[in-house]
């Protein structure tokens, strides 16, 4: 019998449970909402402000990298003018040179003094 009142009971309390849980659970949304609403509107704000902060702080850093390029550019622009400079020199220079080799080159393939060539007529020693 025991058995039979417990499950009436349990029985019982599922059914009021399933009953009350509607008006149990807006009673606590409205006790809990508040607190939940104020959670939000905080997070709300830290996340706008962590979001100002992290564009602040990107925007710095864009235009730190802009303007070290900008430097770069101009002590390149400036080592450019002057590496022309030193090639020109340098390729003048590489001209003269090959003027120069080209001629030696000539020297050394035509004679300085003339020389007499003997008449084809002679004949040269017999050697035996």
Known sequence: MALVLRDRIDAEYKKRAVDQAPDVLRQAAKQVGPKIDEMIED???KLDTWVVT???ELYREVLEVLNASREAR???DHDEARAKTDVETQDQRLKTAHKRVTELRASLWSPKDKVRVADSQTELPATD
């Open 54 to 56: 992290a564009g602040e």
């Open 74 to 76: 101009r002590a390149v």
């Open 43 to 45: 997070f709300a704000k």
